[in-house]
């Protein structure tokens, strides 16, 4: 099924990165044999110092990683198992990424952190203070607010927070000690100072000292009031504590994959960094690294068995690729790179634009005599423009001139086309296309529009739903739904206007008006998943822009038309010729009547065929392939030693 895919489609053959090991000594031997081969493109080595550096930074990034899974998995307070399915493609790329969303939420968490410290000695600090008014509430139950703090005309009553160490400080300045509660780090103590004693000690009071001020926090209540607010006080922030701690656990949570895949790929690494730094720095071992297409790296093996080489090869996230097509359409490669390279996860439309460009440009240039001239021209004369007429390049341009021009043979004898009528009316077969009637080519040409970008639509869903583009993929079914609908729907206008015939199908047809607004409204979906809501007024581009491709196609019966009357105005030349010819000597009249036909005919083959050449293009390239194609890949180039023509000297331009 995937070898008849390839007669449509198909997929371009991947580069991987090639780590070629060996001795110094056989390093020439390796590169001659790899250009041989003509599919190795190397990549630049600079000199070991930097390529140490690149280590060392990867290095670097490695053991910051390894730090940041150290911090997060200490928050980890149970052990837990998790099952890593698959290793990533670009383990290098995925440690990167990994790191900086877990140094991100590592962050967060000791933000957290810092603010559960400071609301747990908050909450050391209320316990501690609720057990002291509890102790004076049980001496003095009626007692208010300023047993606690009291300042009078020679004593003062304060309440303080002290470290264990500095608590003795107050107990020595303090005439008494009214009550005290401690912790393991704080004591709380209320304490009656004489003022000058007070004044002078809260100027050189140490900074783990701290007073209270219950007045300013609490008002002048009764120690039962001022007691129920701190237990109030105390509930609140073991649920924030509590809550805090819940946020630090949804975060592991929610990272717990990420954090088991990065111990995977850091016990990985470790063991490849040591590998490479050996390999790189040995002053006896050479690596050789580049790319090689997929299927070329068996081939590579085997070429290179015989010397003392270790051959490595890994996937990297932007490899070039190269084209993998059926021999026939490998000419047609250079159609699809004139738009661009696929990229690796795109198809490669070269075999769909093999047939498009055949069929477009033998339309536009439906002539027996024409399509013989073509292939002349490209054999024999085109050769003298360029510098090296045995390159690849252009030997798969002329192949594409050979394929066109014979396709321009077939369709001159269905239009009974050999030099126009000049001699394709002796042609003993009816006429099929008729390049002479305005309203049936333009017919012909919508409805050869309408089938391919119709064609062009569903392939560009197919890549969407491929790509897992729900909007993407959801705008494309809707177009796709609306030009078959559509197409119904204006049938009969079609028919009238532009001789479009439309077959009938029964069901869409009775039913066609709403199905062309279920599309409509499918298409809005799409754009706005896709767009946000920007997609709810650029659907309306994508609607109208169906048109515009479709009557693009229109350029198939202008071109083809205007080379086929240019071809009977020359024709009445020609008759008039021979006939003026013919009255002095028949002889004089055939002589200038072939003479006025190879003058006239070759001049239009000349000024017609760059027209059908360049339009063929533009329909391939902008109205079919720019629907499902990026083309932001890059090709691979490798080194080749080729024999063969070398041109020196001044170059053609």
């Known amino acids: 099924m995937t070898n008849l895919r390839y007669l449509l489609l198909s997929d371009p053959d991947i580069a991987y990165k090639v780590y070629v090991i060996t001795s110094t000594d056989y390093v020439s031997r390796v590169m001659e044999d790899l250009f041989k081969l003509g599919i190795f493109e190397p990549v630049t080595q600079e000199v070991k110092e930097k390529e140490l550096e690149e280590i060392k930074e990867y290095v670097k990034l490695i053991e910051q990683a390894k730090k940041v899974y150290d911090d997060i998995t200490s928050y980890i307070k149970q052990p837990i198992t998790i099952e890593i399915s698959e290793v990533p493609m670009d383990i290098r790329g995925s440690i990167e990424d990994i790191y900086r969303k877990l140094f991100a939420d590592l962050s967060a968490i000791k933000i957290i952190e810092d603010e559960i410290s400071k609301k747990n000695r908050k909450l050391e600090i209320n316990t501690l203070l609720k057990q002291l008014i509890e102790k004076i509430l049980e001496k003095y139950p009626n007692a208010d607010i300023s047993i606690l703090q009291y300042r009078g005309s020679l004593y003062t009553i304060e309440t303080f927070i002290a470290s264990k160490q500095s608590v003795n400080l107050l107990k020595t300045k303090a005439l008494s000690i009214i009550t005290e509660s401690e912790s393991e780090k704080y004591s709380v103590i209320t304490a009656l100072f004489l003022n000058r004693d007070y004044e002078e000690m809260i100027k050189t009071l140490p900074s783990d000292i701290e007073t209270v001020n219950i007045i300013e926090r609490y008002g002048h209540k009764k120690l039962v009031e001022v007691l129920n607010d701190i237990a109030v006080e105390i509930e609140d922030l073991k649920k924030y504590i509590s809550a805090s701690i819940n946020k630090i656990d949804e975060i592991l949570k929610k990272n717990i994959n990420d954090i088991a895949l990065l111990k995977m790929l850091l016990d990985v690494e470790y063991k490849k960094i040591e590998i490479w730094k050996t390999t790189l720095s040995s002053r006896y071992l050479t690596t050789v690294v580049g790319w090689i297409p997929k299927s070329k790296i068996e081939l590579v093996i085997k070429n290179l068995k015989h010397l003392p080489v270790y051959i490595m090869y890994e996937e990297d996230p932007n490899p070039p690729v190269d084209f993998n097509n059926l021999k026939p359409f490998k000419p047609f490669e250079l159609i699809t790179e004139m738009y661009g390279v696929p990229s690796p996860n795109e198809w490669d439309p070269t075999p769909f634009l093999t047939y498009s460009f055949i069929f477009f440009f033998s339309l536009m240039f439906a002539d027996i005599g024409y399509g013989i001239g073509i292939a002349l021209a490209a054999k024999y004369i085109l050769p003298k423009f360029v510098d090296n007429p045995k390159s690849l390049g252009f030997r798969r341009l002329q192949q594409v001139l050979y394929a066109s021009s014979a396709a321009c043979i077939v369709l001159g004898i269905l239009s009974q086309s050999f030099l126009g009528s000049l001699l394709g009316y002796y042609l ?168 006025m036909a190879f003058i006239l005919h070759v001049f239009n083959l000349a000024v017609s065929a760059i027209g059908p050449f360049v339009h063929s293009l533009r329909l391939c390239l902008f109205e079919i392939s720019s629907k499902f194609l990026e083309g932001a890949g890059r090709r691979i180039q490798p080194v080749k030693i080729v024999i063969g023509s070398m041109v020196l000297g001044p170059t053609k331009l």
């Not at 204006?490 to 001789?499: G, I, K, P, S």
């Not at 799409?526 to 048109?547: E, P, Y």
Request: some cysteine; aromatic content about 12%.
């Open 428 to 595: 003993p077969i009816p006429r099929l296309l008729n390049y002479l009637d305005l309203m049936s080519m333009m017919g012909l040409s919508i409805t050869i529009g309408y089938v391919f970008i119709t064609i062009a639509h569903i392939l560009t869903a197919t890549k969407y739903y491929k790509l897992r583009d729900k909007g993407g993929a959801l705008s494309e079914i809707g177009i796709t739904i609306l030009l078959i609908s559509g197409a119904q729907y204006l049938r009969t206008y079609l028919y009238n206007y532009f001789r479009v015939y439309i077959p009938i199908i029964p069901v869409i047809y009775e039913y066609s008006l709403w199905i062309c607004l279920v599309a409509i409204a499918i298409i809005i979906t799409g754009k706005i998943i896709s767009l946000h809501g920007l997609g709810a007024l650029l659907w309306l581009f994508d609607v109208v822009g169906i048109i515009g491709d479709i009557f693009s196609f229109i350029r198939i019966a202008g071109i083809g038309m205007g080379s086929a009357m240019l071809a009977e105005i020359f024709n009445g030349f020609i008759v008039g010729a021979f006939a003026v010819g013919s009255e002095i000597n028949i002889i004089i009249g055939v002589a200038a009547g072939v003479l």
